[in-house]
């Protein structure tokens, strides 16, 4: 916890964040409703996209949770997607608890026939980063480390310079086009001040989205990808777990079954200012340069 | 690679998509496997734009990655690009002209002295309006300044303008005037002292994001910015300063075009890939645009030190290339960013391969 034993406070608050199993996830997209409502967050488009179910796109500016449908089709041939199946589940079906079915590949529904559709769904949110690029660039000081580690946009500092948009590694944060200034995620800052688990997890039928002290959540991450791995599902994997990643880890991280960059997220993202000792030093260079060049071209005749 | 994958049919934005096999040309660099419906339509689109490179050589061979159906990883800028781009090029502009403008006093060239300094004011305020237009809260512009923050290049450079703005008007004010030249000569050194720091730390500013083009240029950049702030205000004092005085901006005009279009060189040959917005669309045409003005505008510059009657307008025709020249690289250099953050191959396949190196080091 050395990110909040720098703070001020005598006993620092251990740091909250979320754990994200995609395994569970059913895509009812409670999150992302339970988001809108608490926190007052404006309607963000109301388009038909034909990516999926996914007609919210992405993270943005008036979407704070996005859930993800992916469909990988493992087989050859395209197949007729048909309507779900009504009645009771296979007595294979979490028999154990695990909710892994041998018979299935991992993640959604296996769709039988001449072809073979599995289906992921993934709820996306702020990563509260570590080494947040967001906070590093912001020049009001609008966004800040709140004492629970979460970062924070305050939108009565906030002037919409737009300067951590293109800074985040994952296209979190946007800016409110009527509004002028920048939003995102604020891992209902509020409901955590009196006690509360944020909205989306409250509401998150499955626990696919789990609320805690980070500590305890990776000890969590940790068995359940074990968990899965004992239960032959080898693609499962933890992302944003690392504190030694780019970022110093992420304070909400997954647990995903493909690639990351299947589910819009990046492979391996680095927080910007990493480099910016270096940026500093070569335009102090670049300035001494131009100094130099300038003294040089007064120093020829006239003409 | 996974082209002949990519041929089975699925349900798409477009409609049903139909097995199409070898409808496309084994892909030469990059590859987005095909995720299904997914990843798919990614690879569509990706792929597509790619094609359009007309054969650009491999650069990240062999790096197998999906997409979230195309989409960017990124969120793009919300900058417009005329006022971020125009804050780009005056703060050049300005920077580079206070220290022609200090050089000409050195001399004695009141006339280029004049032209530089009022040159560098003008662009000072033009380039904070251009920024403060551009907040999504303009009325508070003066929250940059609550909090001093090196790891916000742009709350040190409102810093920086806050300082360096009074002193280029001081010194343009008292040039124009010719009275209180006390004042004007603290201006004069103050806008010297700072001018070098505003032309080069916009570089920062640019680089200090995770897109792709800008953040990987973070070497040259700088070195880019200040050339081409040399070049404009070179090419101003050819423009403004009578044929006797235009020796000190001549020299800066093309010594700084050469700089920035040498240092660009640089640049898009170690980002290679990353570099590709350098090369290709709206951004390369900026790009090759500013580097046509800034060779014909040199051209024309040192042609007009020789002896003849088409020397003034020459000089003149010249300076006007250059500073239109650093204009359009600036656009450029804005535009390459953008493009390079709307496209999730330069976000992802960088990161694939870093991820494959270091697993291969394993």
């Not at chain 1, 967050?41 to 996005?66: C, I, K």
């Not at chain 1, 629970?148 to 300067?163: A, L, M």
């Not at chain 2, 409102?158 to 008007?169: G, K």
Request: net charge neutral; with cysteine.
């Amino acid at each position: 916890m050395g990110l909040l034993s720098e703070s001020e406070y005598d006993a620092p608050l251990p740091r909250m964040g979320f754990f994200t199993d995609t395994s569970v996830c059913i895509g009812c997209k409670a999150c992302e409703v339970a988001c809108k409502e608490w926190n007052h967050v404006p309607e963000d488009g109301l388009d038909f996209t034909g990516m999926s179910y996914d007609n919210t796109q992405g993270l943005g500016a008036d979407s704070w949770r996005h859930v993800a449908f992916i469909e990988n089709r493992t087989g050859a041939t395209p197949v007729d997607l048909g309507m779900p199946q009504v009645g009771a589940p296979d007595a294979a079906d979490g028999a154990d608890g695990s909710g892994v079915r041998p018979d299935l590949p991992p993640g959604g529904d296996l769709i039988d026939g001449e072809g073979k559709l599995q289906w992921l769904m993934a709820s996306d949110v702020c990563k509260h980063c570590t080494h947040a690029a967001c906070l590093d660039v912001c020049p009001t000081g609008s966004l800040f480390r709140t004492e629970f580690g979460t970062v924070v946009v305050q939108e009565d500092i906030c002037n919409g310079c737009g300067y951590c948009i293109p800074a985040c590694p994952y296209g979190v944060i946007d800016q409110r086009k009527d509004d002028g200034r920048a939003w995102k995620c604020t891992l209902c800052y509020d409901r955590l001040g009196v006690g509360m688990e944020p909205a989306c997890a409250k509401a998150c039928p499955t626990d696919s989205i789990q609320f805690g002290p980070l500590d305890e959540l990776r000890e969590r991450a940790q068995a359940r990808v074990e968990q899965l791995h004992e239960k032959g599902v080898d693609v499962a994997r933890l992302y944003g777990h690392d504190p030694d990643d780019g970022v110093g880890g992420d304070g909400a991280f997954f647990l995903l079954l493909d690639e990351p960059e299947t589910y819009g997220l990046p492979p391996d993202p680095v927080v910007t200012t990493r480099d910016l000792p270096v940026m500093w030093r070569q335009a102090g260079l670049a300035a001494l340069a131009l100094a130099a060049g300038v003294v040089a071209a007064a120093f020829g005749r006239k003409s | 690679m996974s082209d002949q994958s990519g041929n089975e049919s699925g349900v798409t934005r477009e409609g049903l998509e139909h097995p199409r096999p070898g409808r496309e040309a084994p892909a030469d660099d990059l590859t987005v496997r095909r995720r299904g419906g997914a990843g798919g339509r990614g690879r569509g689109r990706g792929g597509g734009r790619r094609r359009r490179g007309r054969g650009e050589r491999a650069m990240v061979p062999d790096v197998e990655f999906g997409s979230y159906y195309g989409k960017p990883v990124l969120n793009k800028p919300v900058w417009s690009a005329p006022d971020i781009a125009g804050y780009l090029f005056l703060g050049g502009l300005a920077g580079a002209s206070s220290l022609i403008g200090a050089a000409a006093d050195a001399r004695g060239e009141d006339r280029l002295a004049r032209v530089s300094k009022t040159g560098a004011a003008a662009a000072a305020v033009l380039s904070l309006s251009a920024l403060v237009h551009d907040l999504g809260r303009p009325m508070r512009f003066l929250n940059m300044l609550r909090v001093v923050k090196v790891t916000s290049p742009m709350n040190l450079g409102a810093w920086l303008l806050s300082a360096y703005a009074p002193a280029a008007l001081a010194a343009a004010g008292a040039a124009l005037t010719g009275r209180f030249r006390p004042v004007g000569v603290a201006g004069t050194v103050g806008a010297a002292a700072l001018g070098p720091a505003v032309a080069s730390y916009t570089a920062v500013l640019l680089s200090d994001t995770a897109v792709p083009a800008w953040h990987d240029a973070h070497r040259e950049m700088p070195f880019v910015f200040v050339g081409s702030g040399a070049m404009a205000a070179g090419g101003l004092g050819l423009l403004g300063a009578p044929v006797a005085q235009q020796g000190v901006p001549r020299r800066a005009g093309v010594l700084g075009a050469a700089t920035e279009v040498g240092c660009l060189k640089l640049l898009e040959h170690r980002l290679g890939f990353v570099g590709e917005p350098y090369r290709q669309g709206r951004s390369g045409r900026w790009m090759k645009a500013g580097e046509g003005l800034a060779l014909a505008g040199s051209a024309l510059a040192l042609l007009s030190r020789g002896e003849g009657c088409g020397r003034r307008t020459a000089g003149a025709v010249g300076g006007a290339m250059l500073l239109a020249g650093s204009a359009c690289t600036r656009l450029g250099v804005f535009a390459a960013g953008v493009a390079s953050a709307e496209d999730p191959r330069y976000t992802v396949g960088p990161q694939r391969e870093r991820l494959q190196r270091r697993g291969a080091e394993r």
